[in-house]
């Protein structure tokens, strides 16, 4: 059945360009498609600072919806629409655009058959550009990621996620992973991938991706720390897919350092709660425990330094940062003594906080990344311009 839905949609792809040959408006040069998972609500910001149209298929909705040029809303009909949609909107927006830049490995076609092969090579056979930004589990290899710390002195992703889904070391998930790299690799004329924490198989040059923080969420306030001598130390954890964020041991040190009588309050991010939600926990914690298997800050840290927290992570913490430490690096043996540490030192708590806040705004903010993205496309000889189309 799925065979027979990919060979329909690829009829549509085909009919549809066809069929919308006649431009109906005059599109400026180097105007991109950006599209299609709304994963970290990627698609959106591109958008908003990028000469683009935008197509959400997949939406994800904890992030703020921006206005796209098409999107699909979950309903009753949504698998049926997805199928028939998807191709014609790709066909009716690639005869107006230079390029395709992907937010990971989602495609308009429902391509679980060829890895959007026959997606990719469509584009690329009809003179546009192909840019493809992987965002994590879409194109991370458990079994490399193994290999990679074979012999580490930390756990990473690699001791954990097949803990709470085997699956991700069978090989047959691991053949889907090779698949997409080497289709990506075969028409992307720009791949962008974090290789210390979405560990693959790709040969060829690929470009860090990059968290990025909604403007709303940068709020330099330190001024929640200057009551710390009167008022206990707040702690935040968002134990989302709790395995992988190391909450259970998290957990346990935090019961152990209550035991011996460390007086702090501790709060975790309850299921459901609203993006505006998370915001007000933010804003009044003063320390927030991110995940403890990864390399990279990913979003919920970047969240919390825009905050002016204080945050303890296991990403890699970079050396002679010029504001000091953003963050204090802890891996999953370390979180009882960091915390005590921290608790037992609060005046480190708004030096991490302010110089993680910079960090954030150097390498998370809407506009620094779009600046990171536009320079790296020109280094391939790719344009994208500034500013809004639609």
């Not at 066809?18 to 698609?43: D, H, M, Q, Y």
């Not at 470009?207 to 330099?220: G, H, P, R, S």
């Not at 802890?330 to 003594?337: C, G, K, P």
């Amino acid at each position: 059945m799925t065979n027979l839905v990919h060979w329909a949609q690829t009829l549509l792809l085909r009919a549809s360009y066809a069929f919308c040959k006649i431009r109906i408006s005059r599109v400026p040069e180097n105007t991109w498609l950006i599209g299609v998972s709304g994963v970290c609500g990627l698609v959106g910001e591109f958008a908003g600072r990028f000469r683009s149209f935008s197509v959400c298929l997949e939406k994800d909705p904890y992030f703020p919806q921006h206005r796209f040029n098409f999107s699909l809303n979950g309903s009753k009909l949504y698998r049926l629409r997805r199928i028939i949609l998807g191709p014609i909107v790709l066909g009716y927006f690639l005869r107006r655009v230079s390029g395709v830049f992907y937010v990971s490995d989602v495609g308009f076609l429902i391509s679980s058959t060829d890895a959007n092969e026959f997606e990719y090579s469509f584009i690329k056979s009809r003179g546009k550009h192909l840019v493809i930004w992987y965002t994590g589990s879409d194109i991370r290899s458990i079994r490399q990621s193994i290999i990679a710390n074979k012999g580490g002195r930390f756990e990473d992703y690699g001791s954990v996620i097949p803990l709470s889904d085997p699956r991700t070391i069978s090989e047959d998930y691991d053949r889907r992973i090779k698949m997409k790299v080497l289709v990506a690799e075969k028409y992307a004329d720009l791949i962008f991938n974090h290789n210390q924490d979405q560990v693959s198989y790709f040969k060829r040059k690929v470009y860090d991706t990059f968290a990025i923080v909604q403007e709303d969420f940068f709020n330099l306030s330190l001024d929640k720390f200057n009551k710390l001598s009167n008022s206990r130390i707040r702690i935040f954890h968002a134990a989302t897919n709790s395995l992988i964020k190391g909450t259970p041991l998290i957990r346990k040190a935090i019961e152990r350092l209550e035991q011996e009588g460390y007086q702090f309050e501790y709060r975790e991010l309850k299921p459901g709660t609203s993006r505006e939600g998370l915001l007000a926990e933010l804003k009044s914690a003063h320390l927030v425990i991110n995940q403890l298997y990864s390399r990279l800050p990913g979003h919920f840290g970047f969240e919390a330094m825009a905050n002016s927290c204080a945050v303890i992570q296991s990403a890699d913490c970079p050396k002679d940062y010029v504001y000091g430490d953003p963050w204090m690096e802890t891996h999953s043996t370390e979180i009882y003594e960091n915390l005590k540490t921290l608790l037992e030192n609060p005046a480190r708590l708004p030096m991490l906080a302010k110089a993680g806040y910079a960090y954030a705004i150097q390498f998370a903010h809407p506009v620094s990344v779009s600046n990171f993205i536009r320079e790296i496309l020109k280094e391939e000889g790719l344009e994208i311009i500034s500013g809004q189309y639609s």
